[in-house]
């Protein structure tokens, strides 16, 4: 369950009885924020992850831990898109180039790509995006 405390309680109430005894595991934004401390992550991003609990197979068996918060915020981080000012990223992408070029002098055509496949990708589709 995701929610404000009061929301949480009503489910709570609907779902068993007020004598019940049952077992509940409350996650708060700073909870997060402290597990991921050292990812810097900002709280906005901390509370999506907390918005996502809801969304994880399995977690009543296996609970949620520092592992799956690394990997909600991994998929949360690749999605987020930003807007630079194209002459900015030109001159990022030259000195990506210029780094890429070098290793290939220094390590033989193609090492580069060998290396940073990733990045090597990464820097075609940006510079294939900027020409459309």
Same mark, same amino acid.
């Given at each position: %369950?995701?929610?404000?405390?009061?929301? !949480?309680?009503?489910?709570?109430? *609907?779902? #068993?009885?007020?004598? =019940? @005894?049952?077992? /509940?595991?409350?996650?708060?934004?700073?909870?997060?924020?402290?597990? !991921?401390?050292?990812?810097?992550?900002? =709280?906005?991003? +901390?509370?999506?992850? /907390?918005? @996502?609990?809801?969304? /994880?197979?399995? #977690? #009543?068996?296996?609970?949620?831990?520092?592992?799956?918060?690394?990997?909600?915020?991994?998929?949360?981080?690749?999605? #987020?898109?930003?807007?630079?000012?194209?002459?900015?990223?030109?001159?990022?992408? &030259?000195?990506?180039?210029?780094? %890429?070029?070098?290793?290939?002098? *220094?390590?033989? =055509?193609?090492?580069? +790509? &060998?290396?940073?496949?990733?990045?090597?990708? +990464?820097?075609?589709?940006?510079? +294939?995006?900027?020409? &459309?």
């Amino acid at each position: %369950m995701y929610g404000t405390v009061n929301a !949480l309680c009503a489910q709570l109430l *609907q779902k #068993h009885r007020a004598d =019940e @005894q049952i077992a /509940l595991i409350v996650w708060t934004k700073e909870d997060v924020l402290a597990v !991921l401390d050292d990812d810097s992550v900002p =709280e906005k991003v +901390a509370a999506e992850i /907390l918005s @996502q609990f809801d969304m /994880l197979d399995g #977690h #009543h068996e296996y609970g949620v831990g520092g592992d799956e918060l690394r990997s909600m915020l991994d998929n949360i981080q690749r999605r #987020h898109e930003v807007c630079v000012p194209v002459a900015s990223l030109m001159q990022v992408l &030259r000195v990506a180039g210029d780094f %890429m070029r070098l290793e290939d002098v *220094q390590g033989g =055509e193609g090492s580069a +790509a &060998r290396l940073w496949p990733l990045e090597n990708e +990464a820097i075609r589709e940006v510079t +294939a995006a900027m020409k &459309r």
